[in-house]
């Protein structure tokens, strides 16, 4: 499955409409599904995307919930030139907004990240892609 880039809350209002997040679960969970997310694809994954909306996007529908794709505990946030420009803005955003994710990822804007089913970074695997580093975890709650 792949999702592509694109602003990710018209992408959610669609994947909402025709009722996708309970069928890609389904085919991820139970038949084994590869999910590929490119920028907000990668949001998507997540828990929610709410976070991201604080910096990147403008929202063009009334969504009420940001719930993702549920692909595991935590979000992505892309499209970072430093880990120093994420932890600016991580510091920006409330602590009743990042306590309720398992994980907070930035993506590095050449980065790339591979989760496997338990949720954990395969660094073996992202290494090995030439031109591109496996991000750095951010954060972690308990």
């Known amino acids: 499955i792949y999702v592509s880039e694109g ?13 996708l997040i309970p069928y890609v679960r389904q ?5 084994g599904a590869i999910y590929i997310g490119s920028s907000a694809g990668t949001v998507l994954a997540g828990t929610d995307v709410k976070m991201v909306g604080t910096d990147f ?15 595991f505990s935590g ?24 306590v309720h994710y398992g994980n907070i990822y930035c993506v590095l804007q050449d ?8 949720g954990i970074i395969d660094d073996t695997l992202s290494k090995g892609y030439d031109k591109y580093h496996v991000v750095e975890k951010c954060m972690a709650n308990s």
């Open 7 to 19: 602003n990710v809350f018209e992408m959610l209002y669609d994947i909402q409409r025709f009722q």
């Open 75 to 98: 979000t992505i946030v892309p499209h970072y030139n430093s880990v120093q420009e994420f932890q600016r803005y991580l510091s920006n955003t409330a602590e009743e907004e990042k």
């Open 27 to 31: 085919l991820v969970e139970d038949q």
């Open 111 to 118: 980065g790339i990240v591979v989760i496997d089913r338990s």
């Open 57 to 71: 996007e403008v929202q063009p529908f009334h969504i009420s919930d940001y719930q993702g794709f549920g692909l």
